[in-house]
């Protein structure tokens, strides 16, 4: 029989979440709660609930919420031997409920749970009791990994396991013979759309016939639009909103290069590895993006992509016109973006590398 792992998720199946769903694929048998940091549902059952004869236990009544004792009794029901929880705060919040049970915790951060201010000052204490109690924290980047060995974090406990792209995203064949870029992505401060935009305008300038088409959605979406309309830039940009998986991959066979002005938020919310950066270098696009969190991690500045500093639109649009200006770099800087992923970064070292550390753990 596989051993049975409990993953812990706040959301069920967020299209911005697909390392999350990825992970639904180890080779485990899965458990899997979500909604909210301490869980109230377990996927293929109903909402959990508190058999009323354990209601009146005094050891599960005295110190926990009713929320903390209906997943106590829901892993305790369903045997679970290790939990992984996804973010800190799910570690955070379920803690006590796993310190009871005494099972092993390996806790996973993906991004704003290790860098926004009011998120990370919110539960540096109770971080501190995470990293105390968890068998292993694993981080996708090694500015993330810096950071949480910061906060306290033992060392020894901590595991680097950048993020892995779909497999399909390697069958892509770009012909690198359109002028257009693509950028894929929630459109949030950290990932700056409106300086991707800014860095297009000046590169329109020198390529009149250039294209950039945006995929995804969120707060700034409008904004974005309101940018493009004031600009003029009606005709030469495109924003999609959210779009299924085999439209993103037409769209990449047609573009010549990915864009992406990440930068940290003025909350301090940055990246951690952009799994958008990851499909595109799997599909053999060069990355034009910025020197931000796991990025360098994974963009090889030169030789994989084309990277500038936070904030520099002039820099991205240099860079942009460097592509638009000799589609043989585009195709050399693809080429070995693709050969780079493959080597280092792909889902299948992802899966395995935290397989075994959830297997070292029952």
Known sequence: MKPILAILS????????????????????????????????????????????????????????????????????????????????AAAECLPVIQFLKLPLIVHFHGHDASVNSLVNGYRDRYKEVFEYAYAVVAVSQKMKNDLEEMGCPAPKLILNPYGPNPEFFRLNPQYSNQQFLAIGRFVEKKAPHLTLLAFHKALQQFPDARLKMIGDGPLW?????????????????????????????????????????????????????????EAQAA??????????????????????LLCKEHDGDAMAENMMKVLGDK???????????????????????????????????
């Not at 910025?290 to 994989?304: F, N, W």
């Not at 080429?335 to 397989?355: I, K, N, P, Q, S």
């Open 284 to 305: 053999a696009l060069p990355v034009i993006a910025t020197l931000h969190a796991g990025i360098p991690d994974v963009v090889s500045d030169g030789r994989t992509g």
């Open 10 to 89: 706040p959301n069920q199946n967020s299209y911005s979440e697909t390392f999350i769903q990825a992970h639904r694929q180890l080779p485990f048998d899965i458990r899997f709660y979500y909604g909210g940091w301490i869980p109230y549902w377990l996927e293929g059952k109903s909402m959990m609930t508190l058999p009323w004869k354990l209601r009146i236990e005094k050891k599960l009544q005295k110190g926990f919420s009713p929320a903390e004792k209906k997943l106590m009794y829901s892993l305790k029901n369903e045997q679970v031997q290790v939990v992984l929880a996804e973010y800190g705060p």
């Open 328 to 362: 043989l770099l585009a195709r050399q800087l693809g080429g070995a973006g693709r050969d780079r992923v493959r080597e280092h970064f792909t889902m299948e070292r992802h899966l395995r590398m935290l397989a075994e550390v959830l297997q070292r753990a029952f």
């Open 222 to 278: 409008q904004v974005c639009k309101d940018l493009v309309i004031h600009l003029g830039m009606e005709n030469r940009v495109e924003l999609l909103g959210v779009q299924p998986p085999a439209q993103i991959q037409m769209e990449m066979e047609q573009s010549l290069a990915f864009v992406q002005h990440s930068v940290t938020a003025a909350d301090g919310d940055s990246e951690g590895t952009p799994v958008a950066v990851l």
